[in-house]
């Protein structure tokens, strides 16, 4: 394993493995105006959601790392105390590329990507109209964590109101996660497209999972299920009574007799599903 001391390494090339190694991460493209009221749009991928009462996000306009300059969001929101921040989705995300580039101050980046601006209700920084999610926020504080290149600036806002697209909400009127069609940056070039890597995990929030400790040995040192195998069987409550196992052998009898490998092997195939349960009966057979 490559092991690195950060202050061994050129910024650029801890910049590249940080950027790398922490990913995806969403994007805040976040819209200022300087003090004469000209506006600026610029996306940050330093950035996530810190709260919910009150509603707190922040994100990081870092300094140049080559040339140790703020950024004009930066100098924006010191002056102004305001920034909306817009949700990227895949529908804008070529756009929001172009309006990263480093215009000189006073260009409006709105024009220069041909989005759209809109006003906001409660602040007067602009709206990005084709956003799907739109945060107007004042700042409540602004982080310093250092003065040379690479360093970061955070930038703490408080929710004051929110704007949802109707088209991305679902029949209960939370957002969809396939409608929104999220996209989030990742090392280099990269970004992805958070819809086509979706999967679900239910949370052990309400519910008491065995745990891991509590699967039998046999079944915890296996040669054939994983790490995530193992995750799934111990987020289980209770394990399937005898008889419920013993009836799931007389429908598959196929399943009765093989060997503890053969086993694993079927009972991964019922986790690939999510089948946990029944990966449990397989398991448990004699």
């Known amino acids: 394993m490559l092991s690195i001391n950060p202050k061994d390494i050129p910024t650029a090339k801890l910049h590249g493995y940080l950027l790398g190694a922490i990913a995806p991460r969403p994007i805040a493209f976040a819209s200022t105006i300087d003090e004469e009221g000209n506006p600026n749009l610029s996306p940050f991928s330093f950035f996530n959601v810190f709260g919910a009462n009150p509603p707190i996000m ?55 990507s041909g989005l759209t601006m809109l006003p906001s209700d409660e602040v007067k920084p602009f709206r990005v109209a084709e956003s799907p999610v739109q945060f107007e926020c004042k700042v409540t504080d602004i982080i310093y964590t250092g003065n040379e290149g690479g360093a970061g600036n955070l930038i703490v806002c408080e929710v004051v109101k929110l704007h949802i697209n109707e088209s991305v909400l679902d029949e209960n009127g939370g957002i969809d996660q396939h409608k929104i069609d999220l996209v989030a940056r990742a090392g280099g070039n990269y970004y992805t497209r958070a819809k086509d890597g979706f999967f679900e995990i239910p949370k052990p929030i309400a519910t008491l999972g065995i745990g891991v400790d509590k699967i039998p040995f046999e079944i915890r040192n296996s040669t054939v299920l994983t790490g995530n195998n193992l995750g799934m069987l111990g987020n289980v409550e209770q394990l399937p009574t005898a008889e419920d196992v013993n009836n799931f052998a007389k429908e598959h009898p196929q399943l009765v007799g093989v060997s503890e490998e053969k086993k694993h092997i079927f009972a991964q195939e019922y986790l690939d599903n999510n089948e946990v349960e029944s990966a449990w009966k397989v398991l448990l057979i004699k």
């Open 58 to 112: 922040i994100f990081s306009p870092a300094r140049s790392v080559r040339a140790n300059k703020t950024k004009h969001t930066l100098d924006n929101a010191e002056a102004t105390k305001e920034v909306v921040i817009n949700i990227v989705n895949y529908d804008i995300v070529q756009q929001m590329s172009l309006s990263s580039t480093m215009y000189p101050k006073g260009v409006n980046e709105f024009e220069k």
